[in-house]
């Protein structure tokens, strides 16, 4: 069984803006002109959203999988589409991290720990947690907090910002160790954290039920993470200065008699993406992730019997048990033929059954019907891979790298395509790419600087190549002015 671990629900970044004690001298933020400022412009949120999510990509494990990385976008911007005050982009992606957690951050970067999905209950439980975190980010919470802390201390509100980008930096950080260690000093702005903390609850619920979910969820969800910790013997430190207050279930529950009933049936979209997260990112045995299945299928409501399936498929699938794996989803497809997850097992399935012609005929037909969607497209491309249809693939990988040039994913492919077909400079442009998306800007450069030597010289490709060190530099140059 999964280890049940206690942390808070929310444990936002808000939070962990304790009086650092920095050199406000020694940093700088001369490119977007806020030294002297005591508010940070969308822009600049902008900015340091993209910088933060740079590095976290180098030090969190970020899960990146076309499947699931579907479904918590499709949650998150059907709630934002049902939010107020949105005025940044929002992206949704998940940690491989049991502990319960979720948080957000500039530029409408919401994370979500893949331990979450294991304690929410229901799907409108887990989007309780994703509506306060947008909540957070459309009520400008971070920027805002970061604005009082630069009034009430020595430091600008760019170094701030700047000694938040170090902390993701350290290599044991996340949002959570910021976090805790910096809870005992922060009794300053904990009032500040708990309004804030309200505010989003109260904007969240509004969302919730706007946007279709059960608004008691909520409540429901905060209660019985709050009777967890009344019962733990040890809770984290980070709780016992930053407790999930009686009140806030009280306020919470108290919000959501304000709205309609509803009572949705379980959703089968939720509990396969549960089943995923059990048969691949929870880190355990097959026995256990079997015993999972069979228990909880138990008590599932019969619409979504199907989840704990396919659950057993994967499972079958990742131990080479594929008559097994083949029963289950031949039987799943047959009665929801155009469903992503099992689309995207089957296609592994096939491979591994040496017949990735079929996971192509079947992909190309599923494709009609969505032509340009990133799970059937990177699933097409890697079976064109394994066909050895190189060129094809590279195709299908430059138009999709352009489209989502913020997908590891499909750079991994492209560069995996150009090493098939001998390469070399593309192969190092591509997984430039995927470096200078974690930050790694030298390395980025340098491979860069290596796939120009190896083009002809004068070559179109050589300019290319040439043009993106140039705005490497730039980038890079920006980036560690932001620190
Ligand atoms: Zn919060």
Request: proline share 4%.
């Amino acid at each position: 069984m999964l280890k049940r671990t206690r942390s808070m629900v929310c444990l936002c970044i808000a939070a962990a803006l304790s009086a650092p004690s920095i050199n406000a001298n020694t940093l700088e933020l001369p490119d977007i002109g806020t030294t002297a400022s005591s508010t940070l412009t969308i822009d600049q949120e902008l900015i340091y959203g993209d910088a933060y999510m740079r590095m976290l990509r180098s030090s969190q494990p970020i899960v990146n999988d076309p499947v699931l990385n579907e479904y918590i976008s499709g949650l998150g911007h059907r709630l934002v589409a049902n939010a107020d005050d949105v005025k940044t982009p929002f992206t949704f992606f998940m940690i491989r991290d049991r502990n319960i957690n979720a948080f957000a951050f500039f530029g409408g970067y919401v994370a979500l720990h893949s331990g979450l999905f294991l304690h929410a209950q229901s799907e409108s439980e887990l989007a309780s947690v994703v509506a306060h975190e947008i909540a957070h980010v459309t009520q400008r919470h971070l920027a805002r907090s970061m604005e009082e802390q630069a009034r009430r201390s020595p430091a600008t509100l760019a170094a701030l910002a700047g000694s938040l980008l170090l902390a993701i930096a350290s290599p044991q950080a996340g949002m959570a160790a910021i976090t805790a260690t910096t809870a005992g000093s922060m009794q300053g702005t904990i009032n500040y954290t708990r309004s804030n903390e309200k505010e989003a609850d109260r904007f969240g619920i509004a969302t919730l039920a706007k946007a279709g979910f059960e608004p008691k969820a909520m409540p429901r969800f905060f209660g019985r993470l709050a009777d967890e910790y009344r019962y733990a013997s040890k809770p984290p430190p980070m709780l016992l200065t930053h407790p999930l207050p009686e009140d806030r279930i009280t306020d919470s529950r108290a919000r959501a008699q304000n709205y309609p009933a509803r009572r949705l049936d379980p959703s089968l979209n939720y509990n396969l993406a549960r089943a995923r997260i059990v048969a691949r990112y929870a880190g355990i045995q097959a026995k256990a992730a079997h015993d999972w299945f069979d228990r909880t299928e138990k008590k599932a409501a019969p619409g979504v019997k199907a989840a704990f399936q396919y659950g057993r498929a994967l499972v079958h699938l990742d131990n080479n048990e594929l008559d097994e794996a083949n029963k289950i989803l031949q039987l799943l497809i047959k009665g929801d033929a155009s469903n992503h997850f099992y689309l995207d097992a089957l296609s592994d399935l096939y491979i591994a059954q040496k017949q990735a012609d079929k996971a192509q005929q079947m992909l190309e037909k599923a494709m009609k019907a969505s032509p340009n969607n990133p799970v059937l497209t990177i699933n097409y491309a890697n079976v064109l891979i394994k066909l050895e249809k190189n060129q094809e693939a590279l195709r299908v990988l430059q138009r999709y790298t352009h489209d989502n040039p913020n997908d590891v994913n499909g750079w991994q492919l492209l560069s995996e395509a150009n090493i098939h077909l001998g390469q070399s400079d593309e192969d190092l442009a591509a997984r430039a790419e995927i470096l200078a998306l974690k930050a790694n800007w030298n390395k980025a450069i340098q491979y860069y600087t290596q796939a120009s030597q190896l083009a002809e010289l004068g070559s179109l490709k050589q300019a290319r190549y040439d043009a993106r060190i140039d705005q490497l530099m730039v980038q890079r140059e920006r980036f560690l002015a932001l620190q």
